[in-house]
């Protein structure tokens, strides 16, 4: 961008020349919004502004409240990238309601340590029996399928199908004859026993079912692993999203510090003014938060595919054109703040509003996508693209008329640094 729009840009434009009639209509085109521009202008007045900021806290604290609903991880059933009457999410929807099984597995391994034939282990394999029952009974599990379940079964049918031999034995031969049955290729279990694994089928995988599961297994394993038995997490493409939402839960800390960090920093090396980075950075917060509070208002999770939204979302600031205008506006012309603000509305407003409104239009046709995923980012960077550019038309000019400094004190202050 910094090659084509600061190099490019001004070398094509060196090879046009516009005639009398165009540089006309173009003055003429600069001066049509003027009308607006003077009523917005007022909002760099101490009484209007007053307002402005009102307001605005007002939907801070609204955004505040209702971004604390938003939710790690995928919120609706089925895939998220395709709506809820897409075939594959209707056929999922019949499989959970209808089954004890589903699309959505966490698999456990249950490794064991320096034990032979740990399959023929009555301590190992009560071990994670009781892990099975256990999870059978947590909120959000459909099902679960482990070896000594099958085992129990398979003991039972060697005892023309008793339920009262579907248990476990405590003699390693008869644990080995129910156990032996079993192959491999199930993946139930490895040749020598040292790796069990637990298949863990979930009713959903919404970001809240995954995290509240996963707590319930690292309660079960803190409580029963042992020299010879741990309960490992975890597999499956449950096991994979709980890892990945416990890793965007701490990269969208680490990532907001880091961009907004880098945003005062140069607000501050640029205009050489804290007063100038709240200005800048406000608003900018203002609209990381009503972002979170659409989210949730939405039903969007915070996941790897919506957390560079929001930072797409945070880098895009008008207020850094204009208060540039009006930082120069102010020193250079020793113009007030209001007559400032009117003038950096005039240069660049209408190309801020023009630019936001049209990334808004473009994105925002995704809304009709038959993408789930494309609709919700589409909603969302529409949102972001004209929540900034609203916010630096009337938050930031309000905040100025209550930090910065008037025009006649900075003129002041130049001539004192002349003197000196």
Not at 27 to 44: G, P, Q
Not at 211 to 231: C, G, M, T
Not at 352 to 363: E, K, N, Q, R
Not at 401 to 406: C, E, G, N, Q, T
Request: hydrophobic fraction near 50%; charged fraction near 15%; include cysteine.
């Amino acid at each position: 961008m910094i090659i084509t729009n600061k190099l490019v840009l001004p070398i094509l434009l060196s090879y046009i020349s516009l005639g009398e009639r165009a540089a006309t209509r173009a003055a003429a085109s600069a001066s049509r919004f003027d009308f607006v521009w003077r009523r917005l202008a007022h909002f760099a007045e101490p009484r209007t502004a007053v307002l402005a900021i009102l307001a605005s806290a007002l939907l801070l604290g609204l955004g505040t409240w209702k971004a604390r609903d938003m939710k790690t991880g995928d919120l609706g059933k089925g895939i998220p990238e395709l709506h809820d009457s897409s075939r594959y999410n209707r056929d999922n929807a019949a499989i959970v309601d209808n089954f004890t099984i589903g699309v959505d597995v966490l698999s456990m391994i249950a490794q064991t340590y320096n034990v032979q034939g740990a399959c023929t282990q009555y301590e190992i394999m009560d071990a994670i029996d009781r892990f099975e029952l256990y999870m059978r009974n947590v909120h959000g599990v459909q099902s679960v399928l482990a070896l000594p379940g099958l085992a129990k079964i398979i003991n039972a049918g060697w005892n023309e199908g008793s339920l009262k031999w579907r248990a476990l034995s405590r003699n390693p031969d008869i644990l080995a004859q129910s156990v032996t049955p079993v192959d491999t290729a199930t993946g139930l279990l490895n040749t020598d026993c040292s790796a069990m694994q637990v298949l863990i089928f979930t009713s959903d995988h919404q970001g809240t079912t995954v995290s509240h599961i996963v707590k319930e297994i690292r309660k079960f394993a803190a409580e029963n692993d042992s020299e010879k038995l741990k309960f490992l997490l975890a597999s499956g493409n449950v096991g994979v999203m709980a890892a990945t939402n416990e890793a965007v839960d701490t990269a969208e800390i680490s990532m907001l510090l880091s961009i907004f960090g880098a945003i005062i920093l140069l607000c501050v090396v640029t205009f050489h003014s804290w007063r100038a980075m709240l200005c800048i950075i406000i608003p900018l917060t203002l609209v990381s938060i009503l972002c979170n509070a659409l989210m949730a208002t939405l039903g969007i999770g915070l996941k790897v595919s919506t957390l560079p939204v929001i930072a797409l979302g945070v880098g895009v600031d008008y207020g850094i054109y204009l208060y540039e205008r009006i930082k120069h506006q102010m020193e250079d012309y020793g113009q007030e703040l209001r007559q400032a603000f009117y003038e950096a509305l005039r240069q660049r407003g209408t190309a801020a509003v023009f630019t936001a409104v049209t990334m808004s239009i473009g994105v925002g046709s995704w809304a009709f996508s038959a993408l789930k995923f494309q609709s919700d980012m589409g909603i969302l960077l529409a949102f972001m693209f004209l929540v900034n550019m609203l916010g630096a038309i009337f938050l930031l000019p309000a905040l100025a008329a209550m930090l910065v400094k008037p025009a006649g004190k900075i003129a002041a202050s130049a001539r004192m640094k002349e003197v000196a």
